[in-house]
């Protein structure tokens, strides 16, 4: 005979958490999803007249050059988010101090001027220091757009840490977990339900923000599309072909976002 573990006091009975197959299909079917958004993207363009319908390619490479971007800055600061999270609500001092400046640091800094730090000054101090890193054009924007996002996922996770009742870890503790138990079987699981939807408004605005990644001479959207308007002086079909691309990035991104968001939702009921 097998004994389930009970609850802890004032722990309402949870469904388990979206399984890692669950997001395997999700993962699975988002990318499905864009690679068919950028065929219909690069079709419907080429019916368009010029100068869309011949540069069709070029606003399709970089809209796939702007989904990079935003994933890959949006995984990086996930990870720095909930780092800086956990150290904003660490008892140990210097850890939350490191924390709570660094996130002072970020917010009140424009990320503009984070990117541009990060491309040309930071070189300048690896060299310096002896530091044996090259950072190109998309990784210096990687790195500066994950930093950024990481600053406000982490006040994100530290708020949704601290909506858990104190209750729950203290019966914790009562049990003999440790804090690392604790914080991992009971805080978390509870916080996942209440930071998944800010945690997917950040990743939408950062779609939008990496915009700023043109300064650098990334050629996403809006580097590529000032390219040809420039030299077509069509501006407006540009523009509102730009409009018309990142509305569909980010309808796309937000239809998933929001099937997980619900699915994380259900399972905390």
Partial sequence: MTL???????????????????????TVGAAAAFYLLFVLITLVLRQAPDPIGANADLFASAARTTLFLTLAS???????GVLVGLARTSSFVPLRWFGGIYVWLIRGTPLLLQILFTYNALPLIFQALHIP???????????????????????????????????????????????????????????????????????????KDSSLASVIGILELVNQGGRIASSSFQFVPVYVTLAAVYLALTTVLTLFTDVLEKRVQVAGR
């Fill in 4 to 26: 389930s573990t009970p609850p802890l006091p004032g722990t309402p009975n949870r469904r388990r958490p979206p399984s890692g197959l669950t997001l395997l299909a999700w």
């Fill in 74 to 80: 949006g995984a990086a600061g996930l990870v720095v």
């Fill in 133 to 207: 890193v090259q950072l190109d054009d998309f990784w210096s924007a990687v790195l500066a757009l994950s930093l950024n996002v990481g600053a406000y996922n982490a006040e994100v996770i530290r708020a949704g840490i601290q909506a858990v009742p104190r209750g729950q870890s203290e019966a914790a503790r009562s049990l003999g977990l440790s804090g690392a138990q604790t914080m991992r079987s009971v805080v978390l699981p509870q916080a996942l339900r209440i930071v998944v939807p800010p945690l997917v408004n950040n990743l939408v605005a950062l779609l």
